[in-house]
């Protein structure tokens, strides 16, 4: 067993590893799309070189990456849930640490879902769905929509499941994250999107225009 989710997990890695949105904006855009947006190796700057068919391929191509070895790993071979858990862990680490970039890979959101949606415990998923949902319509920037969404998915699966593996999986993740948003995260969070715009603070100015 202690094989199986040695193997899985390395090779789980290697995949995450494979810089996708790179080599699909090389070989079929002929750009290198670490030029584009904010310099990311992921599918986001894809559709800034190339448009929407490219940026959709790369996007799934992201996603799937964290996919196979995971549900490998649970549906075939049957591991323990941490064991699982660790190779979905891996698979992120590889796209957010690919040696193939010299260790400057992407943020990491496509493969997360990918995971995410491989793991048996579908309440990560939906719960994660639900608080990002709710982060991005009240918080800005990105970044911090991300790392707040995640949060509360956090918070949630620690009342409902305890000190248990889920809550732990999910601070694992949310340091890869968070670490890989670092320099967005310097940026103080505020009241942003829909309902965030509505919760804000009136300025001083703003009131007297009415």
Same mark, same amino acid.
């Given at each position: 067993?202690?094989?199986?989710?040695?193997?899985?997990?390395?090779?789980?890695?290697?995949?995450?590893?494979?810089?996708?949105?790179?080599?699909?904006?090389?070989?079929?855009?002929?750009?290198?799309?670490?030029?584009?947006?904010?310099?990311? =190796?992921?599918?986001?700057?894809?559709?800034?070189?190339?448009?929407?068919?490219?940026?959709?391929?790369?996007?799934?191509?992201?996603?799937?990456?964290?996919?196979?070895?995971?549900?490998?790993?649970?549906?075939?071979?049957?591991? =323990?849930?941490?064991?699982?858990? @660790?190779?979905?862990?891996?698979?992120?680490?590889?796209?957010?640490?690919?040696?193939?970039?010299?260790?400057?890979?992407?943020?990491?959101?496509?493969?997360?879902?990918?995971?995410?949606?491989?793991?048996?415990?579908?309440?990560?998923?939906?719960?994660?769905?639900?608080?990002?949902?709710?982060?991005?319509?009240?918080?800005? =920037?990105?970044?911090?929509? @991300?790392?707040?969404?995640?949060?509360?998915?956090?918070?949630?699966?620690?009342?409902?499941?305890?000190?248990?593996?889920? =809550?732990?999986?999910?601070?694992?993740?949310?340091?890869?994250?968070?670490?890989?948003?670092?320099?967005?995260?310097? @940026?103080?969070?505020?009241?942003?999107?829909?309902?965030?715009?509505?919760?804000?603070?009136?300025?001083?100015?703003?009131?007297?225009?009415?």
């Amino acid at each position: 067993m202690f094989y199986h989710c040695l193997l899985l997990a390395v090779v789980a890695f290697w995949l995450g590893a494979c810089p996708f949105s790179v080599w699909v904006g090389k070989w079929l855009l002929h750009k290198d799309i670490r030029q584009y947006g904010d310099g990311n =190796p992921g599918a986001y700057n894809v559709f800034r070189a190339g448009g929407r068919k490219t940026g959709v391929l790369a996007m799934v191509l992201d996603i799937g990456k964290g996919i196979p070895f995971v549900a490998i790993a649970h549906y075939q071979l049957g591991l =323990p849930t941490a064991a699982v858990m @660790v190779v979905g862990l891996s698979a992120i680490l590889g796209h957010a640490y690919t040696p193939v970039l010299g260790f400057k890979g992407g943020k990491a959101l496509g493969v997360t879902g990918g995971v995410l949606i491989a793991l048996p415990q579908h309440e990560i998923l939906l719960s994660v769905l639900v608080f990002l949902a709710l982060s991005s319509l009240l918080v800005v =920037p990105d970044a911090w929509r @991300v790392v707040s969404g995640m949060t509360g998915s956090l918070v949630y699966l620690t009342v409902t499941h305890g000190l248990s593996l889920e =809550p732990l999986f999910m601070v694992c993740v949310i340091a890869i994250l968070a670490a890989k948003h670092y320099n967005d995260l310097k @940026v103080m969070p505020r009241f942003g999107g829909k309902l965030g715009s509505r919760l804000r603070p009136r300025r001083t100015a703003d009131l007297g225009q009415q």
